[in-house]
């Protein structure tokens, strides 16, 4: 992976994309950035539908990792997975993985990276319920 990306990069390497819209979700730190919850990311990691993953196949040459990943190109990798409401989080124009979802998956991580992300996704969700309160 090159350098980090910050928000406007990381929304043009979005823009680039060759995929409907409709058909993923932005994961992870991915996800933070474009919240505002965290200044940059490494890379791209989107989840898929079946038809997105068919756009994806047809636009770019996919390589399959071990772990079920395909790696799009350099900075972007994507999973297939089900769309599903409780997953995804409409923000702006573009649909990130929930906040809730994310956190579960970041109270189960061994990583350090994903330990240190906890407080900064608990702040979030907390201001937030406060605005939905007011």
Same mark, same amino acid.
Request: glycine letters at 6%.
């Given at each position: 992976m090159g350098k980090r990306m910050n928000k406007e990069e990381?929304?043009? %390497?979005?823009?680039?994309?060759?995929?409907?819209?409709?058909?993923?979700?932005?994961?992870?730190?991915? *996800?933070?950035?474009?919240?505002?919850?965290?200044?940059?990311?490494?890379?791209?990691d989107i989840a898929v539908t079946e038809k997105g993953l068919?756009?994806?196949?047809?636009?770019? /040459?996919?390589?399959?990792?071990?772990?079920?990943?395909?790696?799009?190109?350099?900075?972007?990798?994507?999973?297939?997975?089900?769309?599903? *409401?409780?997953?995804? !989080?409409?923000?702006?124009?573009? /649909?990130?993985?929930?906040?809730?979802?994310?956190? !579960?998956?970041?109270?189960?991580?061994?990583?350090?990276?994903?330990? *240190?992300?906890?407080? %900064?996704?608990?702040?979030?969700?907390?201001?937030?319920?406060?605005?939905?309160?007011?």
């Open positions: 990381l929304i043009e %390497l979005i823009e680039s994309l060759k995929l409907d819209k409709n058909e993923y979700w932005i994961l992870s730190s991915g *996800a933070l950035v474009i919240r505002g919850i965290y200044p940059d990311a490494g890379d791209l068919q756009e994806l196949k047809n636009n770019y /040459n996919l390589k399959k990792k071990g772990n079920g990943w395909y790696i799009v190109n350099d900075k972007i990798e994507c999973v297939l997975d089900t769309k599903e *409401a409780w997953k995804i !989080e409409k923000y702006g124009e573009y /649909n990130l993985q929930s906040i809730e979802k994310y956190y !579960e998956f970041l109270k189960e991580s061994t990583r350090e990276k994903d330990k *240190a992300r906890i407080p %900064l996704v608990e702040e979030y969700m907390k201001n937030r319920k406060f605005k939905s309160e007011e």
